[in-house]
């Protein structure tokens, strides 16, 4: 019986650690929670998940604070921290290789929209079109025709925005960038936009000489 016996306990063990592991990752979740310590929050969950039988589980747990974590600093005006939410969830979404779902991926393109607007309220116009190109690069391969769209607008005023600020040659490359990285041609941008950008570029070369 002593066979038996040693296996049972054993067994019974290991579901007892297993059990506690599993009681601690809510009841650590909720203390931070409840102490607005969100950040920690879904770190500690990052942390248990992989120590976890099913670990998986929690993936729509985590999916949840990330994405309130983004609304939340963009409804405080925080963008800064609202940059640091939406890069955190690209980052675990890549590790996870799990795509963000579309409300996730609708703020974290309105979390880049923002940066660019503010960038522009402080007349830093060609790190405002940084941000637009960012949301450019997220969103412009996006199963859904408004988020492409909206990527596709972005970068249009990217372009403009750098032309405003006195970079017309930058805001040609970039048209050069996006075709390479697309491989063939931005979509809704004509050969007139080419055109333009070719004529301010020369001119301001013109005027440097």
Known sequence: ???????????????GAIAIVWLAAP????????????????????????LLPLGHLLDPTLDRLE??????????????????????????????????????????????????????????LSLAADWNDTLFTFAVRDADADRRNAAIAAFVEGLDLRVRDGQ????????????KGLGGQVPQLGPDV???LEQLCAQSRGEGR
Do not use: N
């Open 67 to 124: 994405r309130d974590d983004i609304r939340r600093e963009l409804f405080a005006g925080r963008v800064d921290r609202a940059v640091v939410a939406a890069r955190a969830a690209r980052g675990r979404s890549r590790r996870t290789g799990r795509p963000l779902d579309a409300e996730t991926t609708g703020l974290v393109i309105e979390t880049y929209a923002r940066a660019a607007d503010r960038m522009e309220r402080h007349g830093r």
């Open 168 to 179: 017309p040659c930058a805001a040609l490359a970039r048209v050069q960038w996006a075709r």
């Open 1 to 15: 019986m002593k066979g038996p016996a040693v296996a049972f306990f054993f067994v019974a063990a290991v579901l």
């Open 27 to 50: 009841v650590g979740a909720w203390w931070l929670h409840r102490t607005g310590r969100y950040d920690e929050e879904i770190a500690w969950l990052e942390q248990v998940q992989p």
């Open 194 to 196: 080419d055109q333009h």
